[in-house]
C-alpha cells in the first residue's frame, strides 16, 4: 500500500512539472513570436532619415508620441496628422512630411503601438487637444493603407474636429457619406496590395464630393521610404514624384491659402 502511495506521489509530480515546463515553453514561445513580429517591420530608408534633420525651411522635432514638421514662417493655422501604413517605420514618411512643411503645413507623423494604427486609432485626439496646438484652425487627418483606414474611421466619429481627409491607398468603413468634411482618396495604377473590390466597395462611405484620383505609375509602398512592399506592383516613377503629386494633388484639391 505504502508503495503503491509513493508511486501515485511520484506521479502527480511528474504530471504537474510537465504541465509547468509545457506552461513555461508556451509562454517563452509566445514572447519569442511576439518580439520576432515586432521586429518584423519595414524600416525607413536613408532618404527618409536625412528629411529627419532640420533645414532653414523645416524644423523637425521628436516627441514622445510623434514627430513633428514645422515650416520656418510665422501664423502657420493648417496642420495634418499623419497615421503610417501597418508594420512601416513613422520616419519612412519623413520626406513626404517635409514637403508639405516646405508648403507651410505643420505635419504630425504619429508613431503608433507596435507600429499598427489599429491599436491606436484615436491617435490625433491628444494632438488636437494640446494648446500647445492652439494656433491651428485646420485640420487634415491623412493616413497610407491601415493607417488611412483608421484615419478615416476615426473622422467618422469625430466630424467637428476634422475639416479634410486624405486616403493614400485606403478606405474607411465607417458611413461619412453624409459628413462635411472635405475627403481626397488617391491610388496608384500599379498599386497591387490594396483590395480593389473593397476600395470599390466602401466608396459609397464617403461623401459624393470625394476627389477621387488615380496616380499614373504609382505603387503601393512610395508614399514613403521604406523600400519594396510584398506583393506590391512596380511603379514606373519614383517615389519623390509620387510624393510630389500627392502634395500638388492637396493643394490642387483644398486650395487653402496658408
Known sequence: ???????????????????IML???????????????????????????RALISNEKVTVEEKQDYYIFKPNKKNVKEAIIFYPGAKVEETAYSQ???KFAESG????????????????????????????NNNIKNWTLMGHSM?????????????KKVDRLVLLAAYG??????????????CGDKDKVINRSSLKKNKSNLPKDTVSCTLNGANHAQYGNYGKQKSDGKATISANEQQEMVLDLYLGTFKEKN
Do not use: C, H, W
Not at 1 to 11: G, R, S
Not at 115 to 130: H, M, W
Not at 147 to 159: F, I, L, S
Open 147 to 159: 493607417g488611412g483606414a483608421m484615419a478615416a474611421n476615426y473622422t467618422a466619429g469625430n466630424q
Open 96 to 98: 513626404l512630411a517635409s
Open 105 to 132: 503645413y505643420e505635419f504630425f507623423i504619429v508613431k503608433m503601438p507596435m507600429r499598427l494604427a489599429i491599436l491606436k486609432q484615436n491617435a490625433a485626439d491628444d494632438i488636437i487637444s494640446d494648446k500647445k
Open 173 to 186: 468603413t465607417k458611413d461619412l457619406s453624409k459628413s462635411k468634411v472635405k475627403v481626397l482618396s488617391i
Open 1 to 19: 500500500m505504502i508503495e503503491n502511495k509513493n508511486k501515485i506521489q511520484a506521479t502527480k509530480k511528474t504530471r504537474k512539472l510537465i504541465i
Open 23 to 49: 506552461v513555461a515553453i508556451l509562454i517563452v514561445g509566445t514572447i519569442f513570436a511576439a518580439l520576432l513580429y515586432i521586429n518584423d517591420y519595414y524600416k525607413a530608408k536613408s532618404v527618409a532619415k
